[in-house]
């Protein structure tokens, strides 16, 4: 996968290839048994998924940058293994791609009013200069219903009908992309546990849940060109995304 390249580490303690999940496999790669992921760049990374997207992120061996605005953010990125970048959306971003292989889109309307400069013109934009001079792997989070905003309150249809112009262009890039389009987003703690689908009933789904499957997705090359909705469930996230792409 072209994200992946080899990390030049000191040798694993024994015991610990064992171990499962980002200690194992960062210590396979120190063994020499694994390629383990490149730079990802993460947009939105101090946002409440984003944050969760930066955690796991390097927990699974990858190297992080994370677009930040204030030092408050950059303090609370960096403790969680990412390398900040101070940029704004509207303004100038580009750094935070420096050496990345991989773009994650988590960014919302945080302090921002307008979700359309955010959720459509701000990730066309990003999804422009990947077209332009990579990186090529970009994962966007978008949402259920956006194609539906008729089903969902008035007040969301605006940030929706954003979303589903930004999907348009992302799935027409040429870029390698995933767009995973999460039910309700909840603060409480993932349950590893999702339902994946084209078109879920409505549903509401852990942040670090959406963040473990984008996490998920970096390193499932099957899950480029998908896009799908995901929701709290009852399946673990591999095997959900599986699923999706034996379809
Ligand atoms: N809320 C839901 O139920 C729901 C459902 C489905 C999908 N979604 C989508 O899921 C994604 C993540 O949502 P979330 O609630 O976890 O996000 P969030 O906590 O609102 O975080 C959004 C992040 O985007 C950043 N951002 C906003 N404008 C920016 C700009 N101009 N430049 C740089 N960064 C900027 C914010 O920074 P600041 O803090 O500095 O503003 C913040 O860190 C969003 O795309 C959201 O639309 C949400």
Redesign the pocket.
């Known amino acids: 996968m072209r994200v992946q390249r080899r990390l030049d580490l000191p040798a694993a303690p024994p015991g610990e290839l064992a171990a499962g999940g980002g200690a194992g496999r960062r210590a396979a790669a120190r063994a020499g048994e694994l390629t383990v992921p490149g730079v990802v760049a993460v947009?939105?990374?101090?946002?409440?998924?984003?944050r969760h997207v930066v955690r796991l992120a390097h927990a699974a061996g990858y190297a992080v940058r994370g677009?930040v605005?204030?030092a408050e953010?950059a303090q609370a990125v960096q403790a969680l293994g990412a390398v900040p970048v101070y940029?704004?959306?509207?303004v100038e971003?580009e750094a935070v791609l420096d050496g990345a292989d991989a773009v994650v889109w988590?960014?919302?309307?945080?302090?921002?009013s307008t979700?359309t400069e955010?959720?459509r013109d701000?990730l066309i934009a990003v999804a422009r200069r990947l077209m332009a001079r990579g990186p090529r792997r970009l994962l966007v989070?978008?949402?259920?219903s956006a194609d539906h905003p008729e089903r969902v309150h008035p007040a969301l249809g605006d940030?929706l009908r954003a979303?589903a112009v930004s999907d348009a262009f992302v799935r027409g890039s040429g870029l390698e992309w995933t767009i995973v389009?999460?039910?309700?987003?909840t603060d409480e703690p993932g349950t590893g546990q999702v339902t994946v689908g084209m078109d879920l009933p409505g549903g509401k789904i852990a942040?670090e849940d959406?963040a473990a499957v984008l996490v998920a997705c970096l390193e499932d090359p099957r899950t480029v060109g998908q896009q799908f909705e995901v929701l709290g469930g009852e399946q673990a996230i591999a095997a959900a995304l599986a699923c999706l792409s034996a379809r």
Not at 87 to 90: E, M, N, P, S
Not at 141 to 144: E, G, P, T
């Open positions: 947009i939105g990374a101090a946002g409440r998924t984003g677009l605005r204030t953010q940029g704004d959306l509207k971003w988590c960014a919302g309307t945080g302090r921002d979700s955010i959720g701000a989070v978008s949402s259920k940030a979303k389009r999460p039910g309700g987003l942040r959406v």
